[in-house]
Nanobody, 121 residues
Framework: QVQLVESGGGLVQAGGSLRLSCAAS????????MGWYRQAPGKQRELVAE???????NYADSVKGRFTISRDNAGKTVYMQMNSLKPEDTAVYYC???????????????WGQGTQVTVSS
């Protein structure tokens, strides 16, 4: 069993900041990429940011310069600092991890339960 537990969502005014956290636990052999996706009402889920084991990060164009993704040294917790938030950032944010549960297992995608971020204008 693998769990991704998110925290840090909430309601903030435009221009404000929030920090999301996601901790992975359970039967984990290795984690490759961890990241954050979001889904706004009526829209498809989209990648916001992701970070590899080596620390290489990739961002959606819409959040570059405003959001920063990072991982702890153990590699099982991912954070996303969100600054200069805009109403269009309002969505449910999902943590994602690409990981293996054993040395001879293929990588698979795991998801958190989602955390709501609401930015008021």
């Amino acid at each position: 069993q693998v769990q991704l537990v998110e925290s840090g969502g909430g309601l903030v005014q435009a221009g404000g900041s929030l920090r999301l956290s996601c901790a992975a636990s359970g039967s984990i052999f290795s984690i490759n990429v961890m990241g954050w996706y979001r889904q706004a009402p009526g829209k498809q889920r989209e990648l916001v940011a992701e970070i590899s084991t080596g620390g290489s990060a990739n961002y959606a164009d819409s959040v570059k310069g405003r959001f920063t993704i990072s991982r702890d040294n153990a590699g099982k917790t991912v954070y996303m600092q969100m600054n200069s938030l805009k109403p269009e950032d309002t969505a449910v944010y999902y943590c994602n991890a690409v990981l293996r549960t054993g040395p001879f297992k293929f990588e698979d995608n795991y998801w958190g339960q989602g955390t709501q971020v609401t930015v008021s204008s």
